[in-house]
């Protein structure tokens, strides 16, 4: 069965550092891998999938996410972070042989003045 | 484009009563519907799943039922609510149906049970 893990719950940051959010996902078939956000009371936005092709996805918000099958991760990253990037980010993969799209437990990320 | 309604944004019900959410999808056709409950402090459960009008698959037993009237439209539904209900409820839609399709997302209602 596949599953994700979000590692971090929280993820505190200045404003203008560099951050990455960390998903790794167990599945033994292909897969399909998204992120999320969610800012406060709002639903989910899509922020980048990958689907196949280049590893390395680019996303909104200058975001982006780079998918490494042999560690079987597909982190977040971005150079520098803005005040308005404080959300609740989350992981989801679906696998090659099921419909289901299954969701990490979300990382909240804090930036800091 | 495609956008989707959710409401209402939100609601405060006493326990025992009865309880229907609506979603609406527009610029499309024939859509995957997701009904999905995120819990305080937890990531997103699945609920329910359509892939047409009247096919409603049920992922967990609960409360909880849903329906889809229209193709366009999909209906969360309780007779009789419990205080574990609460929490925020989110819609979905996706169009393909494969494996690599992909969902979006409506506004969400925040429901509180008392």
């Known amino acids: 069965a596949q599953s994700v893990t979000q590692l971090d719950s929280q993820v505190p940051v200045f404003e203008e550092a560099p951050v990455e959010l960390r998903c790794n996902y167990s599945s033994s078939v292909s897969v399909y891998l998204f992120w999320y956000v969610q800012y406060p009371n709002q639903g989910l936005q899509l922020l980048l999938k990958?689907?196949?092709?280049?590893?390395l996805v680019k996303g909104i918000n200058g975001f982006e996410a780079e998918f490494n099958k042999s560690q079987t991760s597909f982190h977040l990253r971005k150079p520098s972070v803005h005040i308005s990037d404080t959300a609740e980010y989350f992981c989801?993969?679906?696998?090659?042989?099921?419909?289901?799209?299954?969701f990490g437990q979300g990382t909240t990320l804090q930036v800091k003045p | 484009s495609q956008t989707i309604h959710q409401w209402p944004a939100t609601l405060v019900q006493p326990v025992g009563s009865p309880l229907s959410l609506e979603c609406t999808v527009e610029g499309t056709s024939n859509p995957n519907l997701y009904w999905y409950r995120q819990a305080a402090g937890r990531g997103l459960q699945l609920l329910f799943y359509s892939v047409g009008i009247g096919q409603i698959s049920s992922e967990v037993p609960q409360n909880l039922s849903a329906s889809r009237p229209q193709d366009r439209q999909f209906i969360l539904s309780s007779k009789k609510l419990l205080l574990s209900d609460s929490g925020f409820y989110l819609c979905?839609?996706?169009?393909?149906?494969?494996?690599?399709?992909?969902?979006?997302f409506g506004p969400g209602t925040r429901l509180t049970v008392l």
């Open positions: 979905a839609w996706s169009v393909g149906g494969g494996a690599a399709d992909t969902q979006y």
């Open positions: 989801a993969v679906r696998s090659s042989n099921t419909g289901k799209l299954i």
């Open positions: 990958y689907l196949s092709g280049s590893t």
